[in-house]
């Protein structure tokens, strides 16, 4: 039923979430972690703190609505 629906789209999220986690180590050795990869910004600790590997500052990963 509805489990079966749903293992391959969490295995396809978790296969992601791995990319992502193996990107952001690549960034740790290169001096480049915690910077957005889109403006070169700081992204501030409290995001990294909710997702270790996030490569975008809040404002960027939402389209830039912040920017009006």
Do not use: F
Not at 49 to 54: K, N, V, Y
Request: hydrophobic share 40%.
């Amino acid at each position: 039923g509805v489990q079966t629906c749903d293992l391959p789209i969490l295995s396809a999220q978790a296969r992601q979430i791995v990319t992502e986690i193996d990107a952001a180590i690549v960034r740790v050795a290169n001096g480049t972690y915690g910077y957005s990869v889109q403006s070169g910004l700081p992204i501030p600790r409290e995001r990294l703190r909710a997702l270790p590997w996030a490569t975008l500052r809040v404002d960027e990963k939402a389209g830039g609505i912040g920017r009006r």
